[in-house]
């Protein structure tokens, strides 16, 4: 059983196929996922698949390129979808230094009042970081997010950095990267961050992973993830898909 923790069913590129993509993803023993919706656009449709579907989960927020656009009306509606039994994290939130749609102190006044939500609705946080890694675990130790915890999304960072994160109640959550030749951090963070402290994804439609690398991603992708983990750890397939599961449904209070 796999548990995607991170997964955009709610973007367009599926409209067409939205059907035979989550039957292969069960075919290959995904048994849960959790949508991520970043914009009211996205949050929307994430809400109506996972009322669609009961083995999806939503974790609903604001990205941080998007930072700018964000109002106080759409902070109070992410609060209100917080009360949905289905609505698990809140995210994905963060910071954002690669693309400059939004000035970096519009981003983190966007991701401090969302860490706060999550610290009042006591849900986890789903934390994506592009080249603000300094920035970002300063922002969660002012904020004191260990409260909450919850996902460093996609992790690209130093195995030092993880084991950092890990000590403020973060959960390490590896996607397709670590299946790349050359990607020698996800690596080393796979080998280093134990187990019970790591998670499974695919960010698809995004990073699929190797073979399928440059092509559109899919959730049953992430067996591929577990597969790779599993090799560097030296443990079974098994082993790795039913301790990243497991970790998920403690981390998102899914029984």
Request: hydrophobic residues 40%; charged residues 30%.
């Amino acid at each position: 059983m796999l548990f995607d923790t991170h997964a955009h069913l709610n973007d367009t590129q599926y409209n067409e196929d939205l059907e035979e993509v989550i039957e292969r993803a069960q075919t290959e023993g995904v048994s849960n996922m959790v949508i991520v919706g970043f914009d009211r656009p996205t949050i929307q449709r994430a809400m109506e698949l996972v009322e669609r579907y009961d083995f999806m989960f939503a974790c609903v927020g604001w990205h941080p390129v998007d930072a700018i656009d964000m109002t106080d009306e759409d902070l109070a509606w992410i609060e209100e979808l917080t009360s949905h039994p289905k609505v698990v994290a809140i995210g994905e939130m963060g910071l954002d230094y690669h693309w400059d749609k939004s000035p970096k102190d519009i981003q983190k006044e966007v991701f401090r009042k969302q860490i706060r939500l999550a610290k009042k609705v006591k849900l986890p946080i789903v934390i994506h970081n592009r080249e603000a890694t300094a920035d970002i675990v300063e922002i969660l130790k002012e904020e004191e997010a260990e409260e909450v915890g919850g996902i460093m999304h996609c992790f690209s960072g130093s195995p030092e950095v993880a084991k950092e994160c890990v000590k403020m109640n973060f959960y390490i959550s590896l996607g397709g990267p670590v299946t790349f030749k050359n990607a020698k951090k996800p690596k080393e963070v796979a080998a280093e961050v134990p187990l019970e402290k790591l998670l499974i994804e695919t960010d698809c439609p995004y990073l699929a992973p190797h073979p399928y690398r440059g092509k559109r991603n899919e959730p049953g992708y992430v067996k591929l993830v577990a597969e790779q983990i599993a090799e560097i750890k030296g443990l079974t397939f098994e082993e790795v898909a039913e301790a990243t599961t497991q970790n998920a449904k403690k981390l998102f209070g899914i029984k």
